[in-house]
């Protein structure tokens, strides 16, 4: 399970670096992909397979189904964590990502969620205060 966050930079040939506690959870290569809310995801190949399996059974007649599909399997990427536990980051996700120096890794329990340091403390500013809401919500169509 991925959980919690961590603050790293990249590095000048735009690595990142995996904290040691997911690497051995994802393996020697992950998949990354354009995310929502301005991040990228990551995840093992294992969980990729799923999801891509999920998104393939998608009606191809629907166009909201093709706008996302293409928007989240046409910008994925495969990369092998090295041996310093690293992944290299595409420039177009990069720029996607509006990533700068300093990252934010945030483990959501089967992806992590890459963030410019500053995007994150926008958003998770923005849903400290919501937090209550969305957990009546949730409660309200039986998640809690």
């Known amino acids: 399970m991925l959980i919690g966050h961590y603050v ?51 009606s191809f007649t629907s166009q909201e189904a093709r706008k996302f599909t293409r928007f989240f399997l046409a910008n994925a990427f495969d990369a092998d964590i090295d041996s310093m536990g690293r992944i290299l980051i595409p420039q177009q996700l990069i720029n996607f990502a509006e990533l700068k120096d300093k990252i934010v890794l945030a483990g959501i329990y089967n992806r992590i969620e890459i963030w410019d340091d500053k995007i994150w403390e926008k958003y998770s500013a923005q849903n400290n205060q919501s937090a209550d809401q969305v957990a009546t919500k949730l409660c309200e169509i039986g998640i809690f």
């Open 8 to 58: 790293h930079g990249l590095d000048d040939k735009k690595r990142l670096s995996i904290p040691s506690k997911w690497r051995s959870l994802l393996g020697k290569k992950v998949v990354m992909t354009s995310g929502l809310d301005k991040s990228l995801f990551v995840f093992s190949t294992k969980e990729w397979q799923k999801i891509a399996e999920k998104l393939s059974a998608c």
